[in-house]
């Protein structure tokens, strides 16, 4: 049986990190959100191998294909890129990363946070690292790389049928008594799972500033589109409870108009954002 150590899976370092920024924004903690900032900024900026990896395996995670031919001349052009790696530097980033985690970041759950992509992320994160090995062309080697290749086309195919069935139903337009419950909890929460706005968000943080202003500024769109889908719903507009959050969240995301998003943008605007994106939620 292969080994996984979540510890040094990049894709999975960068989720935990992610998410423990959000959680510190809501949280007010602007010591550790400014802490874990820096230590994105230093660890996943472009030209360091620990950059490359998590690049490498984001591509892989999300390939949107349904022809295995294609997947697998995906594979191929992954496994050459591996290559380029430096392995040994990739370590040294990841041990210096996990060190400034446990001194910096005051989270005992930090590790223990639920990622529904978990699998796939380990088998990825395995897959990188054999091809990178210099035992992968033995017969072992190559009978653990067709596994996990293998485990993530299967993945891939069981996440296309998820989006169909996905689009379907909010084609639709299905809203019952339940979905009310779970708007009514998403409000409630301060802190819960991250959508793809959110993620478009701090993956932006971390990378281009036109990027980042582009991703608030859609996803300050994305909420107001919301706000109206709720506000014309017969069910969800009869209960008052909800509307009076929606007040609330409606007043604050119009205080954030487009022209300060193309001003110097303030952790507080991201902060703000990222919190409000919640709305986003209520019909997952």
Do not use: W
Not at 8 to 30: G, P, W
Not at 67 to 76: A, H, L, P, R, W
Not at 118 to 137: F, G, H, P
Not at 259 to 281: F, P, T, Y
């Amino acid at each position: 049986m292969v080994k996984h150590n979540k510890k040094r899976n990049t894709l999975l370092l960068y989720e935990f990190l992610a998410r423990a920024l959000v959680k510190s924004f809501i949280d007010n903690n602007e010591k550790q959100a400014s802490s874990i900032k820096e230590i994105i900024h230093k660890y996943f900026h472009k030209g360091t191998q620990l950059h490359k990896e998590y690049k490498l395996m984001k591509a892989l995670a999300t390939i949107n294909v349904s022809s295995d031919s294609t997947v697998q001349k995906i594979f191929e052009d992954v496994k050459q890129f591996s290559k380029t790696l430096n392995s040994k530097t990739l370590n040294k980033e990841k041990t210096k990363l996990i060190s400034e985690i446990h001194n910096h970041i005051n989270d005992n759950d930090f590790y223990k946070q639920d990622v529904p992509d978990y699998v796939k992320y380990a088998t990825i994160q395995n897959l990188i690292n054999e091809y990178c090995s210099k035992d992968s062309k033995d017969f072992e080697g190559k009978i653990r790389v067709t596994m996990f290749e293998d485990a993530i086309k299967s993945a891939l195919r069981e996440e296309n049928n998820m989006q169909h069935h996905a689009i379907n139903l909010e084609d639709k337009k299905v809203y019952n008594s339940s979905t009310v419950k779970f708007i009514v909890s998403r409000f409630n929460d301060k802190y819960n799972t991250l959508n793809e706005n959110q993620r478009a968000i701090l993956s932006s943080i971390c990378f281009k500033q036109d990027a980042l202003k582009s991703c608030l500024k859609n996803t300050r769109n994305a909420i107001l589109n919301k706000i109206r889908v709720i506000e014309v719903d017969e069910e969800l507009s009869a209960d008052s409870d909800i509307m009076q959050k929606l007040k609330v969240v409606k007043e604050e995301i119009k205080k954030i108009d487009e022209k300060s998003l193309d001003d110097k943008i303030s952790d507080g605007m991201i902060e703000d954002i990222l919190r409000l994106a919640e709305v986003l939620n209520y019909n997952a």
